[in-house]
């Protein structure tokens, strides 16, 4: 029997968004208290074919124009994390490998996104026109349409990244940081 965990947040716009999210072969323990009403659609599909054997996540948003819920899948634990993009009307959600690009009113899938390595976290920044994925060991910029608009491979595991004064820092487990032009992706002076 896997622990689920929760979060509940509050975005910009009306949205509250509930995570719950649980270990291998946890999809009856994390969906045992699903709520009713709106859209419900899973896309454990996108994370592999045995999406039984999975770590699992649901993601339950309510806000002023209906509620939906969305379901994933990730081969590894992760806690899932999202960012509200509003100028795109998105709710840009990271769990395990996968990043997706959910429409903000109703939860239909505008694209996905699957990277080499678990997602560490996704920034995004009103300055921006893309934002940013952070995984493992690369740094990736993905427009609206999910299209990757630049990406910087890392030689050290990155553990955190943070939009600090319209720079990108990235910390390896090491220690090490990078500055990155979020715009861009170029490598900024220390």
């Known amino acids: 029997m896997s ?3 929760r979060a509940t947040i509050a975005y910009p716009g009306g949205l509250t968004a509930r995570y719950r999210w649980g270990g291998s072969a946890s999809a009856d323990e994390v969906f045992a208290l699903s709520e009713g009403g709106g859209n419900l659609t ?9 999406a039984g054997r999975m770590c699992r996540a649901e993601l339950r948003v309510e806000g002023p124009l209906g509620e939906w819920t969305s ?5 590894v634990f992760d806690e899932p994390a999202g960012l509200f993009w509003d100028s795109e009307a998105l709710l840009v959600v ?23 390595t678990p997602v560490v976290t996704i920034l995004g920044s009103t300055r921006l026109p893309h934002v940013l994925l952070q995984s ?16 910087v491979a890392h030689s050290d595991v990155i553990g955190s990244a943070e939009l600090v004064g319209g720079t990108l820092a990235l910390t390896s487990f090491a220690g090490e940081v990078a500055l990155l032009d979020p715009g861009s992706g170029r490598t900024l002076p220390q």
């Open 42 to 50: 899973d896309h454990a599909t996108l994370a592999g074919a045995d």
């Open 94 to 116: 990271k769990y395990g490998f996968l990043v997706y690009g959910l429409e903000s009113r109703t939860g239909g899938l505008r694209w996905s996104y699957r990277s080499g």
């Open 136 to 151: 493992e060991v690369e740094t990736i910029a993905l427009d609206a349409a999910g299209i990757v608009v630049w990406r």
């Open 71 to 75: 379901r994933f899948a990730a081969p």
């Open 3 to 5: 622990v689920v965990r």
